[in-house]
């Protein structure tokens, strides 16, 4: 059963109130606060420091839960119009890390104690689209409590990828050069230099001036993105890098000759 401070449990009976979902991801590099909200919003961190929530379009379906109310999973849905989502999941481990969503009053923001906690799981492979960046998250409840150390057991790999746990030298798998072509929906760039074999950059990642793409086909110097950059012209220099989607035969074995690093398990234990 869920612990309600006296404040909420006032709250939440009244006739009106204002109830707003936050969210809070914790990756290795930082830890993003969002809210279901249209405009930001300033509450407490795990820790209880102040913190900004940025305002962003987020959906979430109902959490499935059983007998006991203990949550399984739900999938969250995370607004990707103006792209950064999708630029920053790009170079970001988001695998095996959780989230936590929280609800709170925006008449009670004044103390910590004042959220509820609705879900606090652990993050599957992120599904990019053009409008939303899609998550399926699970309950930290239903995660083996084995520790092998700090490693939880998972079939794909744990590692960020280019990491000293991983091992590869991410200069080794970048390549430079211009953009030499663009098809008419964007998507297709023509690059110079490349005559690698097909397939050779999926998951990888393409990079032209700030911005980045998920390289979705590959084929000598044609590379297909997941979607359009903003802005983008013939002869403008890019950097491609390649990328791994955590398999160990697919990836971590035919693609980088790396099964000895591999970061995940090749078979999970049952409960008994």
């Not at 839960?65 to 203990?70: D, G, H, I, L």
């Not at 999708?86 to 009053?105: D, P, Q």
């Amino acid at each position: 059963m869920r612990h309600l401070s006296p404040e909420v449990a006032k709250e939440k009976d009244k006739p009106e109130n204002r109830p707003v979902e936050l969210y809070q991801i914790y990756l290795d590099e930082a830890t993003l606060f969002f809210a279901a909200h249209d405009q930001d919003v300033m509450f407490f961190d795990e820790q209880g420091a102040p913190v900004r929530y940025y305002a962003l379009g987020l959906k979430r379906q109902p959490i499935r839960a059983n007998v006991e109310t203990k949550v399984d999973e739900t999938t969250v849905s995370l607004d990707n119009v103006n792209r950064e989502l999708s630029a920053y999941i790009a170079h970001t481990e988001f695998v095996g890390r959780r989230l936590k969503i929280l609800k709170v009053f925006l008449d009670l923001l004044d103390d910590p104690d004042h959220a509820v906690t609705i879900f606090d799981g652990i993050m599957d492979s992120p599904i990019i689209s053009e409008t939303a960046v899609q998550v399926t998250v699970r309950s930290r409840l239903d995660t083996l409590g084995v520790i092998t150390p700090r490693r939880r057991y998972r079939k794909l790999c744990q590692w960020q990828f280019g990491s000293p746990e991983c091992g590869i030298d991410l200069a080794s798998v970048t390549v430079t050069g211009t953009v030499q072509g663009i098809s008419g929906d964007g998507k297709t760039l023509t690059l110079s230099g490349r005559s690698e074999p097909q397939g050779h950059f999926v998951d990888g990642v393409l990079t032209i001036g700030k911005e980045s793409r998920l390289v979705t086909a590959s084929a000598g110097p044609s590379i297909t993105v997941d979607y359009p950059f903003s802005s983008v012209q013939v002869g403008q220099p890019y950097t491609l890098r390649r990328g791994c989607n955590k398999s160990y035969d697919e990836s971590c074995v035919a693609r980088f000759n790396n099964g000895h690093r591999f970061g995940g398990f090749l078979s999970i234990p049952t409960r008994d």
